[in-house]
């Protein structure tokens, strides 16, 4: 049973401090959303304008006599913006500090370059020559981030140390987005998020990214395939695809199913992929009914123009890989029937195993997070 402890009080907000938002505070721990720009601790040439010296201003209520202070955790660089966590007792520290390579922590960067598929990242948005990413499940600081980033060719934009030293922009876009810890006291998990920067989708708009408000469809890519979402643009091709299936569409249907898929994803049950070859949208893809517990059942069609090309087993591979490495599934699935002779050979390529014969000569395929079929 967790302790019973006396609520907290916070200070009152005059003494809140400026360039930090406190997002959340009780008697062990304290933690805030760092501004871009902003020191987490004193360096030789600044002492006082720096995230540890306001907030200790802020837990003495001004009173710079009091003995209540901080103890830094961890640390972000002055140009990081996002969460920053800091104990209220020494112990605490040392608690957060031992456990800290188990807690998992996720920063949203925006890099020159559009890159392919890795476990290591998501993108989240493109523009022209620019991606957006999310890097979940992150131990190590943020200089490596910037450092491995560069090195595979895609340095963060703005960083001046690990990118180009001549960048026209000087703000660096790299955000600490969320923290998951283990509470000292109570050993509760806690997460703590922190938007990200308006600066952001500033800097996306001027790279020529989708305004579209739901900016988290993740984009994925392969060595010849751009997989992301279907719009209202892509109608034609769509129902091309559409009518390649058993289920054939009006075309006055087809903006409506279109956006069926779009309110799915929102809703999170389910995720279509468009596959676009040379921006032509040439097929889909994805978990068309859904991802429950930690199972996917995949689904995929192509025009009739681009097959046995090779692109199903592209996409397909980059959709299963995501569904393991950032759904967590723990087995995908595949219903097919026993004519289909293309789509079996995509799915024994890709190491699904048939499982189960069902009803009008339909098959059910099943592949492990291990790229092996377990029951």
């Given at each position: 049973m967790p302790e019973k402890r006396t609520p907290y009080k916070k200070p009152p907000k005059k003494y809140a401090p400026k360039g930090l938002t406190i997002l959340y505070e009780d008697h062990e721990i304290l933690v805030v959303n760092k501004t871009s720009g902003l020191l987490t601790i004193g360096s030789e040439g600044e002492r006082e304008k720096t995230a540890l010296f306001l907030l200790n201003n802020y837990v003495k209520k001004g009173n710079s006599r009091s003995k209540k202070r901080l103890f830094l955790v961890h640390?972000?660089?002055?140009?990081?913006?996002?969460?920053?966590?800091?104990?209220?007792?020494?112990?605490?520290?040392?608690?957060?500090?031992?456990?800290?390579?188990?807690?998992?922590?996720?920063?949203?960067?925006?890099?020159?370059?559009?890159?392919?598929?890795?476990?290591?990242?998501?993108?989240l948005r493109e523009g022209t020559d620019v991606s957006l990413l999310e890097i979940p499940f992150f131990k190590g600081r943020e200089n490596v981030i910037r450092s491995q980033l560069a090195d595979q060719g895609y340095p963060i934009v703005g960083d001046t140390v690990f990118g180009s030293k001549t960048q026209d922009i000087k703000r660096l876009a790299l955000h600490a987005s969320s923290i998951s810890l283990i509470h000292p006291l109570t050993k509760e998990e806690l997460t703590f998020k922190a938007d990200v920067p308006r600066y952001f989708k500033t800097l996306m708009k001027h790279y020529g990214a989708s305004s579209e408000s739901s900016s988290d469809f993740p984009v994925l890519r392969t060595k010849r395939l751009t997989l992301k979402r279907v719009t209202a643009k892509d109608k034609d091709h769509f129902l091309e695809i559409a009518n390649a299936t058993s289920k054939k569409l009006e075309e006055s249907e087809v903006l409506k199913t279109i956006q069926q898929l779009e309110d799915d994803f929102q809703a999170r049950k389910a995720i279509s992929w468009g596959l676009f070859y040379k921006k032509q949208l040439i097929g889909t893809c994805g978990y068309y009914r859904g991802f429950k517990d930690k199972v996917g059942e995949v689904g995929f069609v192509m025009r009739k123009h681009y097959r046995k090309s090779g692109f199903m087993t592209e996409a397909l591979e980059a959709v299963v890989d995501f569904g393991i490495d950032q759904l967590g599934l723990e087995k995908v699935t595949a219903f097919t029937k026993d004519q289909n002779a293309s789509a079996i050979r995509v799915l024994e390529k890709l190491h699904f195993q048939r499982t189960e014969d069902f009803y009008k000569e339909y098959r059910k395929y099943e592949r492990g997070s291990q790229g092996e079929w377990s029951s």
């Amino acid at each position: 049973m967790p302790e019973k402890r006396t609520p907290y009080k916070k200070p009152p907000k005059k003494y809140a401090p400026k360039g930090l938002t406190i997002l959340y505070e009780d008697h062990e721990i304290l933690v805030v959303n760092k501004t871009s720009g902003l020191l987490t601790i004193g360096s030789e040439g600044e002492r006082e304008k720096t995230a540890l010296f306001l907030l200790n201003n802020y837990v003495k209520k001004g009173n710079s006599r009091s003995k209540k202070r901080l103890f830094l955790v961890h640390r972000l660089e002055k140009e990081t913006s996002g969460v920053l966590v800091f104990a209220k007792h020494e112990g605490v520290k040392r608690f957060l500090q031992t456990q800290w390579e188990t807690f998992r922590k996720t920063f949203q960067a925006i890099v020159y370059g559009q890159l392919p598929v890795q476990k290591d990242y998501q993108v989240l948005r493109e523009g022209t020559d620019v991606s957006l990413l999310e890097i979940p499940f992150f131990k190590g600081r943020e200089n490596v981030i910037r450092s491995q980033l560069a090195d595979q060719g895609y340095p963060i934009v703005g960083d001046t140390v690990f990118g180009s030293k001549t960048q026209d922009i000087k703000r660096l876009a790299l955000h600490a987005s969320s923290i998951s810890l283990i509470h000292p006291l109570t050993k509760e998990e806690l997460t703590f998020k922190a938007d990200v920067p308006r600066y952001f989708k500033t800097l996306m708009k001027h790279y020529g990214a989708s305004s579209e408000s739901s900016s988290d469809f993740p984009v994925l890519r392969t060595k010849r395939l751009t997989l992301k979402r279907v719009t209202a643009k892509d109608k034609d091709h769509f129902l091309e695809i559409a009518n390649a299936t058993s289920k054939k569409l009006e075309e006055s249907e087809v903006l409506k199913t279109i956006q069926q898929l779009e309110d799915d994803f929102q809703a999170r049950k389910a995720i279509s992929w468009g596959l676009f070859y040379k921006k032509q949208l040439i097929g889909t893809c994805g978990y068309y009914r859904g991802f429950k517990d930690k199972v996917g059942e995949v689904g995929f069609v192509m025009r009739k123009h681009y097959r046995k090309s090779g692109f199903m087993t592209e996409a397909l591979e980059a959709v299963v890989d995501f569904g393991i490495d950032q759904l967590g599934l723990e087995k995908v699935t595949a219903f097919t029937k026993d004519q289909n002779a293309s789509a079996i050979r995509v799915l024994e390529k890709l190491h699904f195993q048939r499982t189960e014969d069902f009803y009008k000569e339909y098959r059910k395929y099943e592949r492990g997070s291990q790229g092996e079929w377990s029951s």
